[in-house]
């Protein structure tokens, strides 16, 4: 049975997204006006306007009253803790960071699997503490594809004033656009412990992390160890 094509909406939508992971446009560039991409697309207005609600809504462009529709940017006051769900039950906002290290190194059996890389391929492995209240809260380990940001480094790192995903845009033209966690309950290890200054076996929670870029290019695993007594893990369902 042949396969139904797609609404048209959603080829403008697909087009679009190729348009955006070529690099036509990129984080934080202004979208055409709708009039100048459906003439681009030949098709209506009001079809080009449903292609950019979806896209809307996966958080790929956003939409300025007054401005016109944008690419989406992790520079972005909005943006920059949107993959970031733990909250601080007083209200306080951002963290201070702490880079323990950043590496090169072949890759693990799991992380090639979870980055869908040869086995033993190079990856960068980066390793860092959240403070909030001037204590440890996160203990982050990121393991990404040495092939898509060569040349990052502790010096590249400590430079960098804003989060990681602003600078994998900025500096490496990696655009993370969305992202599958999975979270449990574990008790700490002795290095992890100690680096988060609680005790031995304390119950923290543990989120695992694959990030995605344009085309659900697999770019980002992540294990964080969260601290939970002051804070929580914060999640909108829909």
Not at 12 to 18: D, H, K, N
Not at 35 to 61: H, I, K
Not at 127 to 132: E, F, V
Not at 221 to 237: A, C
Request: net charge neutral; with cysteine; aromatic share 8%.
């Amino acid at each position: 049975m042949p396969k139904t094509p797609a609404p048209l909406y959603e080829q403008i939508r697909q087009l679009i997204v190729a348009a955006l992971a070529a690099g036509e446009w990129r984080p934080g560039d202004m979208l055409p006006s709708e009039a100048a991409l459906a003439q681009r697309f030949g098709a209506s207005p009001g079809t080009v306007r449903r292609a950019l609600d979806e896209l809307t809504a996966e958080n790929l462009v956003e939409r300025r009253q007054g401005s016109g529709t944008f690419v989406s940017t992790h520079s972005a006051p909005r943006q920059q803790f949107r993959f970031l769900r733990l909250v601080a039950d007083d209200g306080e906002q951002g963290f201070t960071r702490e880079l323990l290290g950043c590496r090169r190194m072949r890759a693990t059996a799991a992380i090639a699997h979870a980055l869908g890389l040869r086995a033993a391929e190079p990856v960068i492995e980066v390793r860092r503490l959240l403070h909030r209240r001037g204590r440890p809260v996160v203990l982050d380990e990121l393991w990404l594809p040495e092939r898509h940001f060569e040349g990052l480094s502790a010096d590249v790192l400590a430079q960098h004033p804003g989060t990681l995903y602003a600078l994998f845009e900025t500096r490496f033209g990696v655009h993370m656009v969305r992202a599958e966690e999975k979270l449990r309950a574990v008790a700490a290890a002795p290095e992890v412990a100690a680096l988060l200054r609680v005790g031995e076996g304390e119950p923290l929670l543990c989120v695992e992390r694959l990030a995605y870029t344009y085309g659900d290019r697999p770019v980002e695993f992540r294990r964080g160890f969260y601290y939970t007594s002051s804070d929580h893990y914060s999640n909108e369902l829909n």
